[in-house]
């Protein structure tokens, strides 16, 4: 079936460093993918996202590409901030129903 | 600007007691679902609408039930309330048109705690 697969958290890096986390998918038609960042205390907002292949979403610093080849997602960030702490959520949507597949979340801690 | 709310934020209950979580949405989305998200477990889905009259089961719906009676609002009933479903909990809507790409808003949760 149609699944998400995110890398476990969680992930601790310094300030300035490099992020990525990784996500790959299985699907069955032609997805659109997503990033979702849930900051503490809060619910989920969208933070990118991409409907086709070879699209590149980007905000606020996160950027992601998405490679049907490898059918992967990664999030990336050149320099991350304490701000940046937060539990992060890919996930996927088909053109077949309204719901979205989620990945498990990886929660993202910044040390300053 | 339109909005998904969710009320109470914090609600503690004992085992056996009926509790309604409420979710109410300003987008005019026809798409609203419920979520519950614990520790380990990532987000898990448990009733979603399509519409109005419209109710689907998800994959952790025992024990809770929704109705739908305007495009607005979508309630959570715990119809007995049990330690196992203290958990916080997502209401998220989102569009049916193609260009939304299935997009979902999220409420702000609420925390439940069942004792």
């Known amino acids: 079936g149609d699944s998400v697969t995110q890398m476990e958290g969680p992930v601790t890096l310094s300030e300035e460093a490099f992020l990525t986390i990784n996500c790959t998918y299985t699907?069955?038609?032609?997805?659109?993918l997503f990033w979702y960042v849930q900051y503490p205390g809060e619910g989920l907002q969208l933070l990118l996202k991409?409907?086709?292949a070879d699209d590149k979403g980007s905000n606020k610093g996160f950027e992601a590409t998405y490679r049907k080849e490898t059918t992967s997602f990664h999030l990336e960030k050149g320099s991350v901030q304490v701000s940046d702490s937060a539990v992060y959520f890919c996930?996927?949507?088909?053109?077949?129903?309204?719901?979205?597949?989620w990945g498990a979340g990886t929660k993202l801690i910044i040390k300053p | 600007d339109a909005e998904i709310t969710q009320s109470p934020r914090h609600k503690i209950t004992e085992t056996g007691r009926q509790v309604t979580l409420a979710c109410h949405q300003t987008w005019n989305h026809n798409n609203m679902f419920w979520y519950r998200q614990d520790l380990g477990h990532g987000l898990r889905l448990i009733h979603y609408?399509?519409?109005?009259?419209?109710?689907n089961k998800g994959e952790v719906s025992d024990g809770y039930s929704v109705s739908r009676s305007n495009t607005e609002d979508l309630p959570l009933t715990l119809e007995s309330a049990a330690s196992s479903q203290t958990s916080v909990y997502f209401c998220?809507?989102?569009?049916?048109?193609?260009?939304?790409?299935?997009?979902?808003?999220f409420g702000p949760g609420t925390r439940l705690t069942v004792l």
């Open positions: 699907a069955t038609g032609y997805p659109s």
């Open positions: 609408s399509y519409g109005v009259q419209d109710t």
């Open positions: 991409a409907t086709k």
């Open positions: 996930a996927l949507s088909l053109d077949s129903n309204y719901q979205l597949i």
């Open positions: 998220a809507s989102s569009d049916q048109t193609s260009v939304s790409y299935n997009e979902q808003f």
